[in-house]
């Protein structure tokens, strides 16, 4: 799946569906920080791991995770896309967030945390033939997810003063 769904595809995908007019960020500038890691891999490598304490620390504190001191500040952070099948549900794609705003504050004025699920038919593939379409799918129900997460979790939480 992180062939099909890596951070290059979730910007196109963000992008597509405009990512600061469904945040309501008119005249944000994206800028990307560096992929999270996978699970796997901080297991194994103790410098990572203690890199990933230290961005979850900062996220925990409410602070920045950039140098940056710019007035309109706000971050996204993914925190899990994962797919699971369930014998009675079916397929589905989880995708969960951090959304952050700071405004000119150093310490985030609002957070909303949260995940949304929604349902695949065609993903995984089961042939060859199947694997654009189970792509299409994987991508769409990714923008879905991320759509639904700003509608019931981001603008419904309102901003502390």
Request: with cysteine.
């Amino acid at each position: 799946m992180a062939d099909y769904l890596g951070p290059e595809v979730q910007m196109e995908e963000l992008n597509k569906i405009g990512i600061t007019e469904t945040l309501k960020l008119k005249g944000y500038r994206i800028v990307l920080g560096e992929p999270t890691p996978f699970n796997e891999d901080v297991k194994k490598d103790p410098a990572l791991k203690a890199k990933v304490k230290a961005l979850n620390a900062r996220i925990k504190a409410k602070q920045r995770l950039s140098d940056s001191k710019h007035a309109c500040y706000a971050e996204l952070i993914t925190t899990h896309i994962f797919y699971h099948k369930a014998m009675m549900y079916g397929s589905n794609l989880f995708t969960g967030w951090i959304y952050r705003e700071f405004g000119d504050k150093p310490l985030a004025t609002k957070t909303a945390t949260g995940q949304v699920k929604n349902p695949l038919e065609k993903f995984p593939p089961k042939a060859e033939a199947d694997v654009e379409i189970a792509k299409v799918e994987l991508r769409d129900a990714y923008s879905k997810d991320f759509v639904e997460y700003v509608q019931k979790k981001v603008l419904g939480v309102p901003a502390r003063k």
